[in-house]
């Protein structure tokens, strides 16, 4: 069974950064494609960042240049490095093994309990 435990959240000021870890248990990680979601209050869940197991990565265009996902795969271990936060990435984020269908990534069903990330102003 896979695991999935996100770490890294917490309040920051705008303008801050986090870095958030998702470690991940029961899996080959270094061939999964891996991604990072967030839930803002009564919004839909939606897709921040994916990366594939060749480290290829793709970004929500609310995040790019701000955010960078990277993985350690010694460490089984998918990251997300948020820089210049704002209140809006204020959420829920959480860690979601998926795969890709012609370029497109679609989430599993395997997923952490979430990490929450408060941006104050």
């Known amino acids: 069974q896979v695991q999935l435990v996100e770490s890294g959240g917490g309040l920051v000021q705008a303008g801050g950064s986090l870095r958030l870890s998702c470690a991940a248990s029961?899996?080959?990680?270094?061939?999964?494609?891996m991604g990072w979601y967030r839930q803002a209050p009564g919004k839909q869940r939606e897709l921040v960042a994916d990366i594939s197991s060749g480290a290829k990565t793709n970004y929500a265009d609310s995040v790019k240049g701000r955010f960078t996902i990277s993985r350690d795969n010694t460490k089984n271990t998918v990251y997300l490095q948020m820089n210049s936060l704002k209140p809006e990435d204020t959420a829920v984020y959480y860690c979601?093994?998926?795969?890709?269908?012609?370029?497109?990534?679609?989430?599993?069903?395997?997923w952490g309990k979430g990490t929450l990330v408060t941006v104050s102003s």
């Open positions: 979601n093994r998926g795969r890709y269908d012609r370029g497109t990534y679609y989430p599993m069903d395997d």
């Open positions: 029961g899996t080959i990680f270094s061939i999964n494609t």
